[in-house]
Structure formats: C-alpha cells, structure tokens
C-alpha cells in the first residue's frame, strides 16, 4: 500500500525497528513480517471462503433473474461488493420501486459497517485517507470478525502486524466474490425462473457463521441478533436487520464483560 522505502514511517507505531539493523536486512525484516502476517490473514480467510463462492454464486444469478442486464449487474458486483445490500434492492429494483428507496434499503442493511469503521479505526487511523478508503471497500464481516478477537485487546495499535492480517483476510475474499459472483451472472440465464436460490444462500450463510459460535459472547451476540432480525421482520426498510446488528454487538459487549467478571 505504500512504497518500501516510506513503510518505516507510514506503517504506525509497528514500524520501529532497532537502529543497529543495516538498511538491508532491516528491509528484509520488514518484508518478512508483512509476509507472515499476510499469511496469517489468509490461513485464517480460507474456511469461509466456500460458503463465501456460495454466496457469491447466488447473488449473481439473482442479478440477472431479477432484470438487470449483465453489464448493469457486473457493474453493481464491483462497485458495490455487499451481498446483503445486493439482495436487499435487487427485489424492489424488479418491482420498479424509486431509486432512493432503493439506496435507503442498501444503507439501512449496511449500518452495520458504521460500527466496524468506529471499531478498527485505531488500527488504521495513521494511513491517509484513500487508504483507509480502499480499506473500507474491501472490510467484510469475516474480515472483522477474525480480526477484532486476534487484536481487540492489542495494546499498541496501527502495527505492521495488524495493517497485512487484515489485508491477508479480505483481499481472497474479495477475489473469490468477485469470481464466483460474475460466473453466476454469466450462468444466470441458464438457471430455470423455477429454481429457488434462497436456500442455498441460507446454507452460504451458515457456514459462514456457525464456525464463529466459539464462545460464550458470540453465542449470546448471535442469539440476541436472530431473535431481533426475527421478530424485526415487520419493520419497514429492513430496519429489522439494523436493529439485530446493533442488538448483536450490544449483547456481545456486555456477555464478555459478563463472562470475564464470573471466576
């Protein structure tokens, strides 16, 4: 994200290598350590990225069934890249429903990535502006997810370390969604109108976040949340799901304190 020679000094408080080093073998090291932690992020991405195609795979031929051409659904897969956000409007896009109606269901849905922004800005807070751009375009919920439990209790933030696991976590995803979505848009007209695609982003989804009920807070974050989205399901604008992210994160938060306050 930044040339080798500017890293030491735009990369935060994880670029302070010691002096002694020569210039070589100080580069080197800090090639290495963008390597591992690149790596980490990756080996830690692998699991979901099945369930990750899965999704992909759907969301595209869901494109194509609900009208747009395929230009226009290429068009909204790489610029917008948020499945949820997709699948909100693609509905009310074929019922002919007004454009802000439609962007305001797209932002409703993805309310959430406001408290994922509040939450890794620390980490990312000393990269300029059209990094932490580019970084917003490519967080994802799995991206955050493996993220925040590695470093959430980090002491020092903005590190080497944290910017390339984080990298390592959302740039496969970014390319198996892409991939995947874009061969259901070009395979969507040979999918039968009868086909019901919905389970099959259901299952998408659950293996995307039954791995992460590993603990005490992720269960109760995740019960509290489906509870609300469930019952949220009357709200106009998929308020519900806005509702269900902030129960979620709610409950999340205080069943760890609650948990690490017991003996």
Request: glycine share 10%.
């Amino acid at each position: 994200m930044s040339s080798e020679s500017a890293l030491p000094e735009s990369e935060g408080p994880g670029s302070n290598d010691p002096g002694s080093e020569d210039p070589g073998q100080r580069a080197g090291a800090i090639r290495q350590e963008r390597l591992n932690a690149f790596r980490a992020g990756v080996h830690a991405i692998v699991p979901a990225l099945i369930a990750t195609a899965t999704w992909g795979l759907v969301t595209g031929v869901a494109m194509v069934k609900s009208g747009l051409t395929e230009s226009m659904a290429l068009a909204m897969t790489l610029l917008l890249y948020a499945g949820s956000a997709q699948l909100t409007s693609l509905p009310l896009i074929a019922t002919g429903a007004p454009l802000w109606l439609i962007f305001a269901a797209g932002c409703v849905v993805n309310l959430r990535f406001i408290i994922f922004g509040a939450a890794l800005h620390p980490y990312f807070r000393h990269l300029s502006w059209p990094k932490r751009l580019g970084l917003g375009y490519f967080t994802t919920d799995m991206g955050f997810v493996l993220f925040m439990p590695r470093f959430g209790d980090s002491a020092e933030r903005g590190t080497r370390e944290q910017l390339w696991f984080f990298l390592g976590t959302i740039g496969p995803g970014w390319l198996v969604w892409q991939t995947s979505s874009i061969v259901g848009i070009y395979l969507g007209a040979m999918v039968p109108t009868n086909w019901s695609l919905d389970f099959a982003a259901v299952l998408a989804l659950l293996a995307i976040t039954v791995p992460l009920a590993s603990s005490k807070p992720m269960l109760v974050s995740m019960l509290a949340a489906g509870v609300v989205a469930w019952t949220g399901q009357v709200l106009p604008l998929r308020l519900g799901l806005a509702a269900a992210v902030i129960a979620g994160v709610v409950a999340g938060m205080w069943a760890e304190r609650f948990f690490k306050a017991r003996p």
